[in-house]
């Protein structure tokens, strides 16, 4: 079986190594791997960002979708043959969030996905919607679940109302495809006029370019009549957040979820106070809510945004795709 580990922190260090197939446990599944999508939080892992003191060598990525192999001692649910998509958060079953759960996600701490075949507890997969590929599953386990807790789960979205959603990367256009699928009203940001016309194909009702308009959060207010938006998709982090907060209004909600404009900043907090404003963290949701959002996409039809695939030879040069922020939608590897 082949695997990439990573020996210490830097792309440069990731390689592909041969070992013996793992041996699913009591109440565990063997998966062959099939496809992996790829998200910042695996680029923050590889150079050593996320867990600074994280054991190495590890095998890093945290989606992926396959076939179940073989089975454990007492597993019932699950059997050899089934067509799943990996649970990120494997011990968040229902309910709200744990601390303990952080010990439990999937490419660091947890096991990575890439491999070509990885052991994990067996309530950590799900079936695959209905008419997806590998490669459009293995897109939703972190963006797609993500943009449903920042919609639904935090945000309590209704028909009519409106969101801002950041970039043009997988969960800002998770969140663009589940809003109009709901009758929300989207706003949406890049640096690229070409990607907002693609957003816009999308059904993006609103498009700024924030490089060429570097005050967007004024124009957001102009286009909902001064009053502001109701949900932030906030993709960006530190960078982007004081912005996002002016962007909201009275009473709205900020889903934080991004970093890649940093963690750390000099924020005006004033407007969460004045505005009585709800600032949600957003770390993917549980395995039922990622059961509700499956359910959702196939009686909606809603398919997955692949920017483009690789092959798993190719996992390097994939990540470093990813890294040059030149996609739209998912970067998937396929096996």
Known sequence: MRAYRLSQFGLDHLHMKSSPPPTPGDGEVLIQVKAISLNHRDLMVIDGRYHPKLPLPAVPISDGAGVVAAVGANVDRVA????IVTHFVTDWIDGPFRGEYLKTSLGTPGA???????VLPAQAVLPIPAGYSFAEAAT?????????????????????QTVLTLGTGGVSLFALQLAKAMGIRVIITSSDDEKLVRASRLGADETINYRTTPEWDRVVLDRTNGVGVDVVVETGGSGT??????????GGTIAFLGAITGLRSMLNVAPIVMKRLHVAGIYVDSKR????????????????????????????????????????GKVVVEY
């Open 112 to 118: 990575g996905l890439a491999a070509e075949q990885v």
């Open 241 to 250: 957040l004081e912005r996002s907060l002016r962007a909201t209004r009275p």
């Open 289 to 328: 809510n990622f059961e509700k959002l499956n359910r959702f996409l196939t009686s909606h039809r809603i398919q997955p945004v692949i920017d483009r695939t690789f092959s798993f030879e190719q996992l390097p040069g994939a990540l470093l795709h990813l890294q040059a922020g030149a996609h739209f």
């Open 140 to 160: 939703l386990p972190i963006a797609a679940l993500t943009a449903w807790s920042a919609l639904v789960t935090e945000g309590g979205m209704k028909t009519g």
């Open 80 to 83: 050899v043959g089934d067509r």
